[in-house]
């Protein structure tokens, strides 16, 4: 009869040491980043208070035809188009079980982060109404993490989804 109890005493406590909370947090990730555009006196200013989504799949960007035009008020009303149509296809999947995995607002310098991710294909996501220095801004960027990995995103001029307007 001890030996039954001594095995279940060491059963369980394998068993404890097999589901300690502190090991699988050790495989999750961080993701910091920073959302930041270059105005055109070449001024880098950061997208303070900006929400930030961490999402589980793409959505579909639309094709914004600047190249088929000059005149500037077709150019802005594509641009406007396109990130109205950004937005619309993003509202569409937010409320789709187990898209968004979390969301945050950045801070004054531009700055976030998403602790205690598992590891995955993630992407981050800015759209309407977001703007910066008065300019419409997008953004939809893969993110890699692999356990206890620390990743790092620049959201800026460089990588917009749509052009900022």
């Not at 700055?111 to 801004?137: D, E, L, Q, S, W």
Request: glycine letters at 6%.
């Amino acid at each position: 009869m001890r030996s039954c109890h001594l095995s279940i005493a060491i059963f369980i406590l394998l068993l404890m040491l097999c589901t300690d909370p502190s090991a699988s947090q050790a495989q999750e990730g961080t993701i910091t980043g920073q959302v930041s555009l270059t105005n055109q006196e070449g001024e880098v200013v950061y997208g303070d208070w900006i929400r930030v989504f961490l999402t589980s799949e793409p959505i579909a960007i639309p094709e914004v035809d600047l190249a088929s035009t000059s005149v500037q008020w077709e150019r802005q009303s594509r641009i406007n188009t396109g990130h109205m149509d950004f937005f619309v296809n993003f509202r569409q999947k937010l409320n789709v079980p187990g898209y968004a995995v979390e969301d945050k607002l950045t801070r004054p310098d531009g700055t976030f982060t998403f602790n205690r991710i598992h590891p995955g294909r993630y992407y981050i996501v800015i759209t309407f109404p977001t703007m910066i220095a008065g300019y419409k801004c997008a953004w939809q960027t893969a993110v890699d993490v692999a356990g206890g990995q620390s990743v790092s995103v620049a959201l800026n001029n460089d990588n917009l989804v749509i052009p900022a307007h």
